[in-house]
């Protein structure tokens, strides 16, 4: 009787003992199709981490990154992961808000990454977080339409084929728009396309000097040509669609082409939800033989604020979320085509991957031609393809987003917007103390 | 001839309240009726029969766990009520039997505080929170919630309390009742309906608030405001999902707010037609 006595107390003691040991960690993250594939698999995690427990907290974007940035800005330690995205990473590394990660295991094969991901990832050669999934952008296009159009979608496509095709598939009739482009303000949604587009036309945020470049000729070539591209072939109201509104658009057999994020590529391809899945073609984002192409590059990361007091549970488990593992993991549970792509080289060397999305190829060359730290065909002092790494971006991005998108829906002219983005440039740049 | 005109009015009157009220429900139908479509059929346009499916509420479900976050709502938007209730009773019972000369100016000054956007204060706010531990605390929430809303839930009882005749106090006061006694047995009695449409409103108010109920929590104590904003997606069109948890989470507040508009509707208009 006392031995069972003993016995139930040492195990209840035990239990204890364990519970009071098990850290949990809380992971902030956004509701992309992959992040929530992870939260269902995270069992794998947890039964080789039995002492770690993971919290998740899913929020919507723009609300996500306002709440990690408050967290992290005053050091709440709220979060233990955080989801971030490759504007943020260089600003807070700099800031020491980030810890570096060089405990990511020994089999986790860092080189492994795609060299153009890790370098947005890294400040000093160190990296500050791992890649989830990876993306650029390329065009997407309606083969049988450009058969229609009696075209053929060259590989690398220049603006001027682009304008020529969008002109021929028009058929408003039949509710067939050229071509769908971001129109909805947002420095991460219009201006993520304007300024890689740009960055294709020679134009550039700023020059050497951190002086505003809205007022020189690539600009207005840029806007104007974007302008006119999508009041002649593209959708009606397109100053209120962003990657979404555009996705349904293309779905439903409504574009002609669309130029986005290659994440898109795994949705227009499911025979699910997409209409027109068996009829997409893909290619580089266009150029204008200028030597940089339109394309973006963007990685949703993973980061471990300095913040934290889990720094070691919370580093084994963005070990394990971004490892080749969790790789195989994906796709042994859901197939090769659910893998989060865009961040290792081996999965585009997998035979299998490649079979099961026949987009993998163009992703990652597209990829591979964007250049986050010589982004512009003239030099500029600044980090990023599709944005500009300092704090006033996000800010100034939105407000000339703004300015763009009321010009694309006939609220003012090019050259207005182009003016009034100078002058809210001129004065943020001022007001950082980037210019006198 | 006046009959008829009346009759005529009348039915022209109702046949445009019905129109009004089908407008501002529209939406929140169309919520209702996505949330039985799949994914595909959300996203081909507009049609007002589902195939019926309820796999998005299935799926919602395995996704996120709908109790522990519609708990939270139950606690803090009960909860806010009742600590609000607390202290705007006694408040609005000063107000409105004892006025001051500054007491016109010190309710301008309540409402005044509902005027600022709340994101002017996130910073110093979310700084107190960190700095006392309630980040992510029910307790902490309540409070906040109960002081955002605390200034309508006193204008409202002043509003109430004013229509009752100040002689009922007087003579109870003469038979010796202390000032709580006449608060408790003889005021709060004759203001139930006031006090009971307050509450009301005040629950609806803190079931909705979508602000800080977001930015001040993160597991513990987050309500469905946060539970629909984990559904919203920047890449990816799962509406009918949005659409389930959308549904899920106004379906506990709209019944409610039915079963209660008698004293809804009298609480918002109380006053209107002095």
């Given at each position: 009787m006392k031995l069972r006595t003993l016995t139930l107390g040492l195990l209840s003691a035990s239990a204890l003992a364990f519970a009071a040991h098990a850290e949990s960690i809380t992971i902030a993250t956004v509701n992309n199709g992959d992040m929530v594939r992870m939260q269902k698999l995270t069992d794998d995690f947890t039964k080789a981490n039995p002492d770690i427990q993971l919290n998740w907290v899913t929020l919507e974007e723009n609300v996500l990154r306002e709440r990690v940035t408050t967290d992290i800005a005053t050091k709440g330690g709220q979060y233990d992961v955080m989801t971030i995205g490759t504007y943020e990473v260089p600003i807070w590394a700099k800031q020491s808000w980030l810890l570096p990660l060089?405990?990511?295991?020994?089999?986790?094969?860092?080189?492994?990454?795609?060299p153009a991901i890790a370098g947005g990832l890294s400040v000093d050669g160190k990296l500050y977080a791992a890649p989830f999934y990876g993306e650029s952008s390329f065009v997407m296009y309606r083969k049988d339409l450009m058969e229609k159009a009696g075209l053929k979608m060259p590989d690398a496509p220049t603006w001027d084929f682009i304008k020529q095709a969008a002109d021929k598939m028009t058929d408003r009739a039949n509710g067939v728009n050229g071509v769908c482009l971001r129109g909805k303000a947002g420095w991460g949604e219009n201006m993520a396309f304007l300024t890689a587009m740009s960055n294709s036309f020679g134009a550039r945020w700023f020059d050497e000097n951190w002086k505003p470049q809205f007022d020189q000729p690539e600009w207005k070539n840029t806007l104007q040509f974007y302008v006119d591209l999508m009041k002649a072939d593209g959708p009606e109201g397109a100053s209120s669609n962003g990657f979404n509104e555009n996705l349904a658009l293309f779905q439903q057999g409504k574009c002609g082409m669309w130029i986005d994020a290659t994440v898109a590529a795994s949705f227009v391809s499911d025979p699910k939800a997409s209409q027109v899945a068996d009829k997409v073609g893909y290619a580089l984002a266009p150029d204008n033989g200028l030597g940089k192409r339109g394309n973006w590059l963007w990685a949703w990361s993973l980061a471990i604020p300095a913040g934290t007091q889990k720094a070691d549970a919370a580093e084994k488990f963005v070990s394990w979320a971004t490892s080749k593992h969790y790789a195989e993991l994906v796709a042994s549970k859901e197939g090769w085509a659910n893998v989060p792509p865009g961040t290792r080289s081996s999965l585009y060397a997998n035979a299998e991957y490649q079979k099961a999305a026949p987009f993998a190829k163009m992703t990652l060359d597209s990829i591979n031609a964007a250049d986050p730290t010589h982004p512009t065909v003239k030099p500029v002092p600044y980090v990023g393809v599709?944005?500009?790494?300092?704090?006033?971006?996000q800010g100034l991005g939105t407000t000339v987003g703004q300015l763009f998108s009321a010009a694309l829906a006939g609220q003012s002219s090019v050259d207005d917007a182009l003016k009034q983005a100078q002058d809210a440039a001129t004065a943020a740049m001022t007001e950082g103390g980037y210019i006198k | 001839m006046a009959r008829a005109v009346t009759t005529q009015h009348k039915t022209i009157a109702t046949a445009a309240a019905w129109i009004v009220a089908l407008l501002i429900f529209f939406p929140i139908l169309y919520t209702i009726i996505t949330s039985f479509k799949s994914e595909q059929e959300a996203i081909q346009g507009f049609a007002l029969i589902p195939s019926g499916t309820f796999e998005s509420y299935s799926e919602v479900q395995q996704q996120s766990g709908y109790f522990k976050f519609f708990f939270n709502s139950v606690l803090l938007s009960v909860g806010s009520t009742i600590l609000a209730l607390l202290i705007a009773v006694p408040a609005a019972w000063s107000m409105a039997f004892s006025p001051t000369k500054r007491t016109k100016d010190i309710l301008m000054w309540m409402l005044s505080t509902k005027m600022m956007p709340a994101v002017a204060v996130l910073f110093p706010i979310y700084l107190i929170f960190r700095d006392t531990g309630l980040l992510d605390s029910r307790i902490g929430l309540m409070v906040m919630l109960m002081l955002i809303n605390l200034p309508i839930v006193v204008w409202m009882l002043y509003t109430y309390f004013r229509e009752i005749p100040g002689e009922i106090l007087e003579a109870a006061r003469m038979d010796g009742a202390s000032l709580w006694k006449e608060i408790i047995y003889v005021l709060t009695p004759m203001a139930v309906p006031g006090i009971a449409s307050t509450m009301l409103l005040n629950i609806i108010l803190a079931w909705n608030e979508a602000f800080w109920t977001i930015r001040l929590t993160t597991t513990n104590a987050a309500p469905l405001t946060a539970f629909i904003s984990s559904f919203s997606s920047p890449q990816g069109l799962f509406w009918a999902k949005l659409s389930a948890a959308s549904t899920l989470a106004i379906a506990p507040i709209l019944i409610m707010g039915w079963f209660s508009q008698k004293q809804l509707v009298r609480g918002l208009t109380f006053g209107a037609v002095k």
């Open positions: 060089d405990k990511l295991g020994d089999d986790y094969d860092v080189k492994d990454i795609i599709q944005f500009v790494a300092i704090p006033e971006f | -």
